[in-house]
């Protein structure tokens, strides 16, 4: 072997590929929490590097490696970057996002392609399968909070999994939270709403997505709601999270030692410990009970897991692959040395 080439897949490409593809991006989550579940999903902690402007936090980068066995059987890594001053500040989006797929058994490089929009769709795919594991029965009205990349890649994907419920959207720039109303499918089952009350007081399910630097929802806005899902870092009081009766994650590990996060402060303080959590991998997996009664109010927390990046990454490379999609680019036309 002399040439190694790598396939590029630029954002256009990724779409190409099948990004939006809902239902296959739900199916490509569950299943890979179904196999972090029974341990064929080799992912070390992310590693963080937050930085700061004075007491200002300006942004961060995190690398994310993982290996997934069985048919993916695909090394990867997700380099991402959050800065939230972007949008407004650089005319950027707030994450920029790189995936790095790569052959398990001779480290070969196989794909490096735009990560952005694939975080936004696993993690609105993971908000999906909580909703489908923890939603209270008889549910009418799904809230979200917040109209932004995540927002609009929710408002795709909820309405897949509770097809018979309303869907209500409150961002504080009310003309972005119509535009992104508008761009969804299924634009003649969301309402845009005028304040944040109305999402509070007429939800049964909340899911908050905004990258709120400072704690915005109170122990007083847990009301009519039995499933709350956080999708930022800071969005959700102590006293609030401490209302729900039970607490649901997607990896306990590491959100109990990130100290941004409402869940590592509370376990910091002892006022939540190791007993109070569950992760849904367990939940999906069928190793614990999702929802015990529909009164119970359920507190879920999104940290982001690399196994669901490649899970969604690696679909996209094969179908890449197969129809052609992407431009090949060599790392080196013959080594060095070897």
């Given at each position: 072997?002399?040439?190694?080439?790598i396939?590029?897949?630029?954002?256009?490409d990724?779409?190409?590929?099948?990004?939006?593809d809902?239902?296959?991006?739900?199916?490509?989550?569950?299943h890979?929490?179904?196999?972090?579940?029974?341990?064929?999903?080799c992912?070390?902690?992310k590693?963080?590097?937050?930085f700061?402007?004075?007491?200002?936090?300006?942004?961060?980068?995190?690398a994310?490696?993982?290996y997934?066995?069985?048919?993916?059987?695909?090394?990867?890594?997700?380099?991402?970057?959050?800065?939230?001053?972007?949008?407004?500040?650089?005319d950027l989006?707030?994450?920029?996002?790189?995936i790095?797929?790569?052959?398990p058994y001779?480290?070969?490089?196989?794909?490096?392609?735009?990560?952005?929009l694939?975080?936004?769709?696993?993690?609105a795919?993971?908000?999906?399968?909580?909703?489908?594991?923890?939603?209270?029965?008889?549910m009418?009205?799904?809230?979200?909070?917040?109209?932004?990349?995540?927002?609009k890649?929710?408002?795709?994907?909820?309405?897949?999994?509770?097809?018979?419920?309303?869907?209500?959207?409150y961002?504080?720039?009310?003309?972005?939270a119509?535009?992104?109303?508008?761009?969804?499918?299924?634009s003649?089952?969301?309402?845009?709403?005028?304040?944040?009350?109305?999402?509070?007081?007429?939800?049964?399910?909340?899911?908050?997505?905004?990258?709120?630097?400072?704690?915005?929802?109170?122990?007083?806005?847990?009301?009519?709601?039995?499933?709350?899902?956080?999708?930022?870092v800071?969005?959700?009081?102590?006293?609030?999270?401490?209302?729900?009766?039970?607490?649901?994650?997607d990896?306990?590990?590491?959100?109990k030692?990130?100290e941004?996060?409402?869940?590592?402060?509370?376990?910091?303080?002892?006022?939540i410990?190791?007993t109070?959590?569950?992760e849904?991998?367990?939940?999906?997996?069928g190793?614990?009970?999702?929802?015990?009664?529909?009164?119970?109010?359920?507190?879920?927390?999104?940290?982001?897991m690399a196994?669901e990046?490649?899970?969604?990454?690696?679909?996209?490379?094969?179908?890449?692959?197969?129809?052609?999609?992407?431009?090949?680019?060599?790392?080196w036309?013959?080594?060095?040395?070897?």
């Amino acid at each position: 072997m002399s040439e190694l080439k790598i396939l590029y897949l630029k954002q256009e490409d990724v779409i190409k590929a099948g990004l939006f593809d809902t239902e296959k991006a739900l199916n490509d989550v569950e299943h890979i929490l179904k196999l972090y579940a029974e341990k064929k999903v080799c992912m070390p902690p992310k590693t963080l590097l937050d930085f700061y402007d004075g007491d200002e936090y300006r942004g961060h980068f995190v690398a994310m490696p993982v290996y997934a066995d069985g048919e993916i059987d695909l090394a990867g890594i997700k380099w991402a970057a959050g800065y939230p001053h972007n949008p407004s500040r650089y005319d950027l989006p707030l994450g920029i996002d790189i995936i790095i797929l790569s052959n398990p058994y001779n480290g070969v490089p196989l794909s490096i392609m735009d990560g952005t929009l694939i975080t936004a769709v696993r993690t609105a795919a993971l908000a999906g399968l909580a909703v489908k594991y923890l939603k209270p029965s008889d549910m009418q009205n799904l809230g979200i909070v917040g109209a932004g990349v995540i927002g609009k890649t929710l408002l795709r994907m909820l309405p897949i999994v509770v097809r018979n419920s309303r869907i209500l959207l409150y961002d504080i720039d009310h003309d972005k939270a119509v535009e992104s109303s508008l761009q969804s499918p299924f634009s003649s089952r969301i309402d845009v709403v005028e304040d944040f009350e109305t999402i509070v007081e007429s939800s049964d399910v909340i899911v908050t997505a905004t990258s709120a630097e400072k704690p915005y929802f109170k122990e007083y806005h847990m009301k009519k709601a039995k499933l709350y899902i956080q999708l930022g870092v800071v969005e959700f009081s102590e006293d609030a999270v401490l209302k729900a009766d039970r607490i649901v994650v997607d990896n306990w590990e590491q959100i109990k030692s990130y100290e941004r996060g409402v869940l590592g402060r509370l376990y910091r303080k002892h006022r939540i410990n190791n007993t109070d959590v569950t992760e849904i991998t367990e939940i999906v997996a069928g190793k614990k009970k999702g929802r015990c009664s529909d009164d119970e109010i359920i507190f879920f927390d999104s940290f982001g897991m690399a196994c669901e990046d490649i899970a969604i990454a690696q679909r996209i490379y094969r179908t890449a692959l197969s129809e052609k999609i992407g431009t090949w680019l060599n790392l080196w036309d013959k080594p060095l040395w070897k």
